[in-house]
């Protein structure tokens, strides 16, 4: 048996040694690893800081000096008459997005002829007109109500049910009995609303969708109130099948046949797999630049000594001075949004086949934890 230390002997700081690449990178910023990658290694955590500082100042340093750089060359390029160097454009997850084989081109037939004979086909071909039953989640509070409000503005043909004690699949059954065509179920806990479901009748599909970051119209700054006339439709960045869908889905809440008179808009952006929801009212407005104007007065003002001419020549005069020194107003069109109200934020949960069945139901796509291997691959 060996008493005393069992490392006594081996050299010491073998396990703080250096590895190669912790120095200062030579390269321009954004080649080879990374700062975090080249100071990683080092264990005493006061080099680690004063180097990740310094690597940190150089690639700062370098980009200021690739910046003047190129703002130089497009300045000497517009001096001499030629055209800049295009502006580089930024990197984001957006245009970095990794594709996969469920993103949709345009035009693409194959999907054209799936979403021809799906369950949304008659209502796109106008043959069906939505009416949706909106309730809730059984012992509602205030805030609940608040939205229910803002809901039946915003959707034409809704109607509110009260939930009382019965279950989802009895309101659906209820609902698709009375001709309605859609169920939508309002989900809160502890006086928070947190979830939306949304139920295609007669024979689905289903989607559940989180909500979050809600804002009822009285809670909107400068908010406006909705007319009765029915919105016009925008849907945004749905690119995957599965987008497609949710989109279709959602789409068919509101008529098909908007009413431009009462210039609403609805609008679903989806952005990384986040739907915000906003509702506006537009308006286009044709204004007239007054600057000429104003720096003309100056010339029709009469000076003190200025000879008095009859009336005819003095309003001839006055007409040829505004010909000759007034610049034409130039006529603008300008486009003001007026926010309506309300506005959310959903993440699609899960997407069921046929109507709301939590135990024996088909799930065409469920969001589970780790189904994003990388921020860059999206579902919609």
């Known amino acids: 048996m060996v008493k005393g230390n069992p490392n006594k002997g081996k050299s010491p700081g073998k396990k703080g040694k250096a590895k190669p690449g912790g120095g200062l990178p030579t390269g321009v910023a954004g080649d080879g690893p990374s700062i975090g990658q080249q100071t990683s290694h080092i264990k005493n955590k006061q080099r680690r800081t004063d180097l990740y500082g310094k690597l940190k100042k150089k690639k700062k340093d370098e980009k200021v000096k690739e910046r003047e750089k190129r703002a130089k060359v497009a300045a000497e390029a517009i001096e001499l008459g030629q055209l800049p160097p295009p502006k580089q454009i930024p990197r984001t997850i957006e245009n970095t997005r990794e594709k996969d084989v469920t993103m949709v081109e345009p035009g693409d037939e194959e999907v054209l002829a799936d979403e021809a004979q799906d369950e949304f086909a008659d209502y796109f071909n106008g043959l069906q007109s939505p009416k949706v039953l909106l ?144 509702h506006h009212r537009y308006i286009f407005e044709s204004r007239e630049d007054g600057k000429g104007a104003k720096e003309h007065k100056g010339h029709l003002a009469k000076p003190d000594d200025a000879p008095r001419l009859p009336k005819d020549q003095k309003r001839k005069l006055k007409k040829k001075l505004e010909k000759e020194k007034k610049p034409e107003a130039e006529t603008k069109v300008q486009a003001r949004l007026q926010e309506l109200g309300p506005r959310f934020t959903l993440r699609l949960l899960s997407l069921q086949r046929g109507t709301f069945d939590s135990k024996g139901g088909e799930y065409e796509w469920v969001k589970a934890s780790g189904t994003q291997p990388t921020r860059k691959r999206f579902a919609l």
């Open 135 to 278: 309730t809730t989640s059984q012992k509602p509070s205030a805030i609940m109500f608040r939205l229910l409000e803002d809901l039946l503005k915003l959707i034409p043909n809704a109607w509110y049910y009260k939930r009382g004690t019965y279950e989802v699949k009895q309101i659906t059954k209820y609902a698709a009995n009375n001709e309605f065509s859609h169920v939508v179920v309002i989900n809160e806990n502890r006086k928070t609303i947190n979830g939306l479901l949304v139920i295609f009748l007669p024979d689905g599909p289903t989607a559940h969708f989180r909500l979050s970051n809600l804002v009822i119209s009285k809670k909107i700054k400068g908010h406006g109130n909705p007319t009765k006339h029915r919105p016009e439709l925008i849907l945004n960045n749905f690119s995957t099948r599965l987008g497609h869908r949710v989109g279709r889905l959602l789409a068919t809440m509101w008529p098909i046949d908007p009413q431009f008179r009462g210039r609403r808009v609805v609008t679903f952006h989806n952005q990384r797999d986040f739907v915000f929801f906003r």
